[in-house]
């Protein structure tokens, strides 16, 4: 059977003959709530009633329940006068019938290639976790298009990361100007995920990174520093500037800081059916410099900070919710892992391919339940740097199988003003979901198969195409927090990277991730171009293809691409090397001119105006000086 699967099923018998799908027939259910999975299939097989299974043979397609089946697992038979899906429950028989879709896709004339599939998901848990407070957030349409696509990809777990974009009643300060999510869009999109199979867990930033909501004067009491960058550890003049951001975190040592988040718990929570909630707690930078200082010096940090876990677990337990957070601070005090209650889920994350994702053991070890979170390595790039994306997921898959993780939750953030499309995620997500399902699965051709399966085209350059794409978009270094090119497409003319600087960092080529000492000069740029051109050449072609691109998302890879060769042009006029003139600036100016029209026109289709304003920043301060 030469048809390419998203996620590749566990096993796949071929047969012999082709079954065609007649004009008109019956899709038999032998239980009521098989009804939704049959109207789903329906709508792809016209003039086909729905009604009660007669058994195999006699209908075009039935449905039934089976035993001795792996929870949400399936089995699909097509025969060469019918097919028959036998399911383990409601959500299973989606997934067969999402995987018979894709075959039915990719077979012209209706006729489909008769085979046995046996399938089954290897974790419980296959999740996307979406930025939605760092400037961007989608139209509620938009957000019901992801939940329902990434289910056909058998996701079935969503969050959305908020710090201020929710539109609290009681605190109406939090969120004003920034297009935040309404009650009603919740609630919109739980039903949603509800009938989807997906769980939609609420998460809320509950200690670090709240700089977003404790910036409001009314709040600045509640931060760590007072919200005025005021510290009692005399150690903190030490501390790197990155950790003494002003009103970074909640101040475990107030105990309004509790009031405060039990009122935002008792709007934000009921909104859910899950009854999970992750509260964060990630990167609390400033932990115990201010005003918890003195608990600090009675306590320990590593105590202060289980307490803070304890007393939110208090507070949702509440609202009948088992917490999670993020496992990164827990790890500098291992000693208090293992007092965590074992209803707590740990997320333990890592983005790098040189991530230790055996770091996870010691949660296996002390009987907690975790997911692995790897990333789609999208924020702080001009696309995605796809390699690095594969190698962390594929290695923290991997890592999950060897430690017995619930699943795996595969991240996409927006630092820096979410300049990132979620468009150009889905290689990420698709890939993520794959190895969440089936970790097995054939990474080689797994391009091929997204570039089949997604943007429905059998091209096979277009696949080449992406590939260079990610080479192009990877190139970076550690002083350099994610993609090169990112930073030379937002940097005035003055930056001192169009001085020549040299790094120790990373590249790709061929999708294979290399060391690299490189010159940041004009040379760079010119063989960023050479590159693109090729990658331009061949993703146009596919767009203007009929049929292609069904979720429109290559208008958005193209900006990418353009982006991409605006920065590597900026190289070969600013950077050593380069023939840096007035009229060359000129045409720069023109093009970033153009490209920020763009970038508002692409962003609001399918976006609110939430806070664009910072890129639109960006883009004036990089054409200032032109």
């Known amino acids: 059977m030469n048809i390419a699967l998203i996620p590749q099923p566990q096993r796949v018998q071929n047969r012999a003959g082709t079954l065609v799908i007649p004009s008109s027939g019956v899709i038999g259910i032998d239980a009521a709530s098989l009804y939704p999975v049959a109207r789903r299939a329906a709508r792809r097989l016209p003039r086909h009633t729905i009604a009660s299974a007669r058994g195999p043979g006699h209908d075009t397609l039935s449905f039934r329940f089976a035993t001795g089946l792996r929870p949400g697992g399936y089995r699909l038979v097509l025969g060469t006068n ?9 959500a299973a028989a989606d997934y067969a019938v999402s995987t018979l ?18 399938d089954w998901p290897a974790f419980p848990v296959r999740g996307v976790y979406y930025d939605v407070a760092r400037g961007r957030v989608p139209t509620l349409t938009r957000l ?10 058998k996701v079935n777990h969503l969050q959305h990361y908020i710090e201020h974009t929710f539109q609290f009643r009681g605190h109406p300060l939090i969120g004003r100007g920034a297009s935040p999510l309404t009650p009603h869009d919740i609630l919109q999109l739980d039903a949603t995920c509800r009938d989807r199979h997906i769980e939609l867990v609420p998460s809320l930033a509950s200690f670090g990174h709240m700089a977003t909501v404790l910036h409001h004067p009314p709040y600045r009491h509640l931060a760590e520093d007072w919200g005025e960058n005021r510290y009692l550890d005399p150690a903190a003049e030490k501390h790197a500037s990155f950790q003494k951001r002003r009103a970074w975190s909640l101040a475990p040592a107030n105990p309004a800081s509790y009031t405060f988040l039990e009122e935002l718990y008792a709007e934000f929570l009921p909104l859910f059916s899950s009854r999970q909630f992750n509260v964060c707690c990630d990167e609390t930078l400033d932990l115990c410099l201010g005003q918890s200082y003195p608990l600090a010096r009675r306590r320990g940090k590593g105590r202060v900070y289980l307490d803070h876990l304890l007393k939110l677990r208090r507070l949702s337990r509440r609202h009948d919710k088992r917490i999670m957070f993020w496992g ?34 010691a949660f296996q070890k002390a ?52 300049f990132n499309f979620m468009e150009y995620s889905w290689h990420g997500y698709l890939f993520g979901a794959e190895q969440a399902w089936n970790p097995r699965a054939d990474q080689e051709s797994f391009t091929a198969r997204f570039a089949r399966i997604f943007l429905n085209t059998a091209d096979r350059e277009v696949a080449r195409a992406i590939t260079t794409l990610g080479d192009v978009a990877h190139l970076g270094t550690d002083a350099l927090y994610q993609s090169l090119l990112y930073h030379v497409y937002v940097a005035a003319p003055d930056s001192p990277l169009f001085r020549g600087p040299r790094y120790q960092g990373w590249t790709a080529r061929g999708g294979h991730i290399q060391p690299l000492a490189f010159t940041v000069n004009a040379a760079l740029g010119r063989q960023a171009l050479a590159k693109l051109e090729f990658v331009r050449d061949v993703l146009s072609r596919c767009q203007r293809a009929p049929g292609t691109d069904p979720h429109a998302v290559l208008a958005y890879w193209l900006f990418a691409v353009d982006t991409l060769a605006h920065a590597a042009r900026k ?12 009229r060359a600036r000129a045409q720069l100016r023109r093009d970033m001119r153009g490209l920020m029209a763009r970038f508002q026109r692409l962003w609001l289709a399918r976006n609110r105006p939430s806070e664009i304003g910072i890129t639109l920043k960006k883009y004036r301060t990089a054409m200032a000086g032109l």
């Open 82 to 90: 019918a097919i028959t899906i036998e399911a383990e429950s409601p």
């Open 101 to 118: 879709f894709q075959i039915l896709d990719q077979s012209p004339d209706r006729r489909l290639p008769c085979c046995r599939i046996e």
């Open 144 to 153: 019901v298009e992801q939940a329902s696509l990434l289910s056909t990809f």
């Open 328 to 361: 990164d601070i827990i790890h500098h005090y291992p000693e208090r892992i293992a007092e965590i209650p074992r209803d707590v889920t740990v997320l333990d994350w890592g983005y790098d391919h040189r991530t230790r994702f055996d770091k996870v053991a």
């Open 367 to 418: 009987g907690l339940p975790f997911l692995a979170c790897p990333g789609t390595s999208s924020w702080i790039s001009l696309f995605p740097r796809l390699h690095e994306a594969t190698a962390a997921i594929q290695g923290y898959t991997q890592a999950a199988v060897r430690h017995q993780a619930l699943g795996v939750l595969n991240t996409d953030w927006g630092d820096d003003g979410h």
């Open 571 to 582: 190289l070969t006029v600013l950077a050593p090397g380069g023939h840096d003139t007035p």
